[in-house]
Structure formats: C-alpha cells, structure tokens
T-cell receptor
C-alpha cells in the first residue's frame, strides 16, 4: 500500500534558522506529492506540490524537491519566522488507478522562537 | 469569498447521542471529504463523495454516516455507535477526485462528555 513517513516533532528553531522537515514515501505507482500546513486552530492549507520526479515545488519561501531515487520530498526553508509555527503534513496521491485518495503523514510540529 | 464553512466549531455531546456536523462549500467543487484528526495520528478519511447523491466509505467509516443531497453540502453524523468520537473533524473539497489539491474548512472539535 501507500504510506508517508515524516520526522517526529516538535521541531524547535530560532527565528532565521534553516528548516528541514524530512518526508519519505512508499507508493505503488507514480505519486504526486504535497506539503500541507495547519496553523493553530485551523484547517489545512496546501503549501506546495510536485507531480513528477525532479520537480521542485515552492511557495512562501518553502521548497521541496521530488526525489524518486530516494523516495523523498523534504521540506526546506532558508530562514524561518515565528509566523511559520504550525504543523506540516506531507501527503501523496496516485492520480490514476490509485483510488484517488490522499495519504497523509502524521504531521511534524514546528515551533519558531525569537 | 469562496470557501468551506464548518459548524459548529466546538460541540459537546453526551454518550449515546447522535450529533451532526455541518459542511458547506461555495467553491462549486464536485468532490467532498470528511477527515478525522487525532493527536499524533495525522488525518484519517471517514467518507468521501465524488458527486451529488453518491458517497463512499473511507478508512474509518464505522459509527459515522453522511449524505450528499446538494452539491454544496456534505453533513457528517457521528452516531452513538462510534466508540471513541472525541476528535477534531475536518471537511474538505476539491474540483474532482484525484487532484490531491484539497481545500479545508476550519474544523469542528467534538467532545463527548
């Protein structure tokens, strides 16, 4: 089956530090990959996506590259802000023949301190 | 503004009672979903609907029921058969199944007393 594994949190960083949140996946087929973000007390928002190998998704200073050889989609940001404090979810979907349902990781909480 | 509205935001229920969570969207999306979120477990799919008058069970449908009588609305009923209903419930929609690009509501937190 399909699965997503994320690093456990919480991840605590100082403002302006470099961020990496690891995400690896297993999939039967060719997945599209996503990062979603959940701010406190809210629903999830799509942060970025990549649909094929070597694609780089980017948004709001965050980036992630679809690495087929390592089955990874790590989230990075060069300089985090307090406002980036949230829970980040990695997810995948098999667009065709895979049931058309998103598979989510368990989420990684990020805390950014001044 | 287009979006998804969930209500109520907080709900308390006594054991043995059914409760219905509302989800309305004005995005003109065909597909709608209900997820349950528990600490440390990520999101688990309860039910989904690809089109009006049709819905399918997700991974944890037992103790839940849904209806899809209108494109805009996808209410979730948590029945007394659900053994551990205290959780955060999220409704989402997408233009169609398979895109992976979901729009979420702000969630409803249900507590069973």
């Amino acid at each position: 089956g399909n699965s997503v594994t994320q690093m456990e949190g919480p991840v605590t960083l100082s403002e302006e530090a470099f961020l990496t949140i690891n995400c690896t996946y297993t999939a039967t087929g060719y997945p599209s990959l996503f990062w979603y973000v959940q701010y406190p007390g809210e629903g999830l928002q799509l942060l970025l996506k990549a649909t094929k190998a070597d694609d780089k998704g980017s948004n709001k200073g965050f980036e992630a590259t679809y690495r087929k050889e390592t089955t990874s989609f790590h989230l990075e940001k060069g300089s985090v802000q307090v406002s980036d404090s949230a829970v980040y979810f990695c997810a995948l979907i098999i667009p065709t023949g895979g049931g058309n349902k998103l598979t989510f990781g368990t989420g990684t909480q990020l805390k950014v301190e001044l | 503004d287009g979006g998804i509205t969930q209500s109520p935001k907080y709900l308390f229920r006594k054991e043995g009672q059914n409760v219905t969570l509302s989800c309305e969207q004005n995005l003109n999306h065909d597909a709608m979903y209900w997820y349950r979120q528990d600490p440390g477990q990520g999101l688990r799919l309860i039910y989904y609907s690809q089109i009006v008058n049709d819905f399918q069970k997700g991974d944890i449908a037992e103790g839940y029921s849904v209806s899809r009588e209108k494109k805009e609305s996808f209410p979730l009923t948590v029945t007394s058969a659900q053994k551990n209903p205290t959780a955060f419930y999220l409704c989402a929609s997408s233009t169609q199944m398979g895109t992976g690009e979901l729009f979420f509501g702000e969630g409803s937190r249900l507590t069973v007393l």
